[in-house]
């Protein structure tokens, strides 16, 4: 008997991978569950499931590219972290240019100085209330013997090189609150927050009301009309950084409560400068008004103030799918990697970079950092041959916890909502939606106790996303239930 438990334990180390992948339930389910639905059948699918040791556990369609959507953050936070540090903090500096008089007249202007910090003015629970960093910067223009600012405050953005849009990006995402690019002096994720609330009767003018950092020359259509009852929220913003002009359309239900939504602003260090400018009337320092502009170089430092950590930025970014986040953490990696932040050049030396790690590049094409745009594409088999990477540099602990679990709060909540949190809680991966696609990357705690890394990508099905969510999560329940053969 035990000789032959020995011969069975051989041959399953001399198995073929493939034969290996196929004696195991994962295997087993993709083949049966998934390969034989027909909500699949004119789907692009593609799924890889490998052990810590490389075994091959699960595939369909390894080496396809398809996109990626939202776990394409999982590649902008590992690289971040691995090239700027767990520990590193994004900085905004406030400056003078110009001579203080005698009775404390600056003659000159107030710089805030960005330095892509994404959680200035954020409501998000990492960052310091805005207030806060507002009062540490008013003490210390007093600090600095300032009374009264003959001249403006203003935003220089320059460390960023290029605006907050994307190219690639669709013209509809650009006025939403995911559709908000980096910038070098944001402000509050650069979103801009309106009350909206339906007219008396169907078809009258939906009445909409700035509400919080909105620049004050932004020119405001509203096109958007009451809408018949229980037909809910259906507005759409559309705006862009070539003018300050933003239009509303679309209709809000006529039995609707009033709200407040979020969405894009361009003008972010506008916006900035035009709110610190305020904070600093209301507490009796005049200026000639905001603008923005380049600090000289002859300009006097007189304050830094600084972001949460990197690792926090990267799990509010995975957890919540921060876009906004994502995009800011792409513009540092070119400038740190670079000295240039664009998007002509940030994708580029990212992907250099992993490739210098010895990990190919094969099957990645990334357009962007958060997955928003329609040009990025990324196989299975990239994605684990990263996590690999990751799994073998100093921050994986770090990088791990980053990455959310089914039921936490965070955008996996109702994820496997049936299953003990024993199961969940083993399982750490990033969610990815765009209309025809949903995805899922990052890794399992099996119950054998090793990690594995995995990858389903599903693009193009006909169907509601509702209907194939449950074969997606039936694979990640066999994922977190394998055991080494």
């Known amino acids: ?17 493939t034969q290996w992948a196929q ?4 295997q087993r389910y993709v083949d049966t569950a998934m390969k034989t639905d027909t909500l699949l059948k004119n789907a692009a699918v593609a799924i890889l499931a490998v052990e810590s040791n490389g075994r091959t556990v699960a595939q369909w369609n390894p080496d396809l590219p398809l996109l990626s959507a939202s776990t394409m953050k999982t590649i902008t936070t590992g690289v971040a972290l691995n090239v700027l540090g767990p520990d590193f903090r994004f900085e905004t500096k406030i400056a003078t240019a110009g001579d203080i008089d005698e009775e404390g007249v600056l ?15 954020s409501h998000s629970p990492i960052a310091e209330d805005i207030n806060l960093v507002f009062g540490t910067w008013y003490y210390a223009v007093k600090g600095a013997g300032i009374t009264a600012i003959d001249g403006k405050v203003r935003g220089d953005a320059g460390i960023f090189k290029e605006g907050i849009i994307q190219d690639n990006w669709c013209w509809a995402d650009l006025g939403t609150d995911y ?5 070098g002096l944001s402000f509050a994720e650069n979103l801009s927050f309106y009350r909206v609330e339906p007219g008396f009767s ?10 919080e950092a909105v620049y004050s020359e932004m020119n405001l259509r509203r096109d958007a009309t009451t809408g018949a009852a229980k037909t809910g929220n259906k507005l759409n913003y559309y705006a862009s950084d070539l003018s300050p002009v933003g239009r509303f359309t679309g209709t809000y239900a006529v039995d609707r409560e009033a709200d407040t939504i979020a969405v894009s602003n361009k003008f972010p260090a506008l916006t900035c400068a035009e709110a610190f400018d305020s904070y600093l009337a209301a507490n009796g320092i005049t200026t000639r008004g905001a603008s923005t502009g380049a600090a000289p170089d002859t300009s006097k430092l007189i304050v830094k103030t600084f972001s949460p950590t990197l690792v926090e930025i990267c799990t509010e970014t995975n957890t919540q799918s921060n876009n906004f986040f994502a995009e800011t953490l792409l513009m540092m990696l070119g400038l740190r990697l670079t000295g240039e932040a664009s998007y002509a050049t940030a994708p580029k030396a990212v992907e250099k970079y992993i490739d210098a790690l010895g990990c190919r590049t094969t099957g990645l094409r990334q357009d962007d950092g958060s997955g928003l745009s329609r040009f990025n594409f990324i196989s299975p088999r990239f994605f684990c041959n990263f996590y690999r990477m990751m799994q073998k540099s100093d921050i994986f602990a770090e990088y791990l916890f980053t990455l959310p679990s089914p039921g936490g709060d965070n955008t996996m909540k109702y994820v496997l909502s049936k299953e003990p949190a024993s199961l969940r809680s083993r399982i750490h991966c990033k969610s990815g939606t765009m209309t025809a696609v949903k995805c899922y990357a990052g890794y399992v705690e099996t119950e054998g106790g090793d990690i594995m890394r995995f990858a389903i990508l599903i693009n193009n099905y006909d169907c509601p996303t509702s209907r194939i969510q449950p074969k997606i999560e039936g694979f990640l329940k066999q994922l977190a239930l394998y055991e080494r053969q």
Do not use: Q, W
Request: with cysteine; proline share 6%; aromatic share 4%.
């Open 23 to 26: 004696s195991n339930n994962v």
């Open 202 to 211: 169907e078809g009258d003018r939906v009445r909409i009301t700035p509400v």
């Open 107 to 121: 003659h000159g202007d107030l710089y805030i100085i960005g330095g892509g910090d994404p959680t200035l003015g």
């Open 1 to 17: 008997m035990l000789k032959k438990i020995f011969l069975l334990a051989i041959a399953a180390l001399l198995m073929p991978a």
């Open 179 to 183: 559709g908000s690019g980096a910038c």
